[in-house]
């Protein structure tokens, strides 16, 4: 079974549109993240989620949002697509937050705005 | 906050050989030093970690070491083989998680 699991893999869509990326996992760990590696391999920190505490990065565009229906899932909603989007979206999670132990990465989204 | 530097962006070397990768960081208060590898077309995957009590620590064929004093510390990969061809990337923790800038290691055949 796969630990923590993103879906799709792959999206393709036109700017100005909206999409969501889902993110699941069954590990039983108390908090997810969002995070967006461009080109360059950069990881950079998008959210964190302990379904009691949303921390925002403050550099993303409130344009993108996470949603959370419960502890096991985590999801990315994009309002208005732009070019810049354009990226690999990972999902992780980690037991008690940050700081404590590693993370378990999804398998990553690629999403192209064209 | 934390500034995380990683070095070299890219690493070639000869099967067999050793590779070291470094990442210094600012913070002493960081507490906990992970490292991550990532294979094409999938996530990072944690290989090993160290905590700040540790000075070095072993998994067969990986290594890492910790030098809090000077606030770097290196990945070791000895007897490399190609499937060690992949992008590694050191993360530093205090209350949150900051990650290097990741180095592309190719091992050659």
């Known amino acids: 079974d796969t630990a923590v699991s993103q879906t799709p893999k792959y999206l393709v869509t036109q700017m100005g549109n909206d999409k969501s990326i889902k993110c699941e996992q069954n590990l039983g760990h108390d908090t997810m993240y969002w995070y967006k590696q461009d080109s360059k391999k950069f990881l950079k920190i998008m959210f964190s989620?302990?379904?009691?505490?949303?921390?925002i990065n403050e550099t993303v565009p409130n344009r993108f949002s996470p949603k959370s229906p419960d502890k096991a899932h985590l999801n990315l909603h994009i309002n208005s697509l732009e070019l810049g989007d354009s990226a690999v979206y990972f999902c992780?999670?980690?037991?008690f937050g940050q700081g404590v132990y590693g993370y378990t990465f999804g398998s990553g989204t690629r999403l192209t705005v064209v | 906050g934390e500034n995380v530097e990683q070095h070299p962006s890219t690493l070639s070397v000869q099967e067999g050989d050793s590779a070291v990768i470094k990442c210094t960081y600012s913070d002493s208060a960081s507490n906990y030093f992970p490292w991550y590898k990532q294979e094409l077309g999938k996530g990072p995957q944690l290989i090993i970690d160290i905590r700040s009590n540790v000075g070095e620590k072993k998994d067969q064929r990986i290594a890492v070491t910790l030098n809090k004093t000077a606030k770097h510390f290196s990945l070791h990969i000895t007897e490399t083989q190609p499937e060690d061809s992949a992008v590694y990337f050191c993360?530093?923790?205090?209350?949150?998680?900051?990650f290097g800038t990741g180095t592309s290691l190719t091992v050659i055949p």
């Open positions: 993360a530093v923790s205090t209350n949150q998680f900051y």
């Open positions: 989620y302990n379904n009691k505490e949303l921390i």
């Open positions: 992780a999670s980690s037991p």
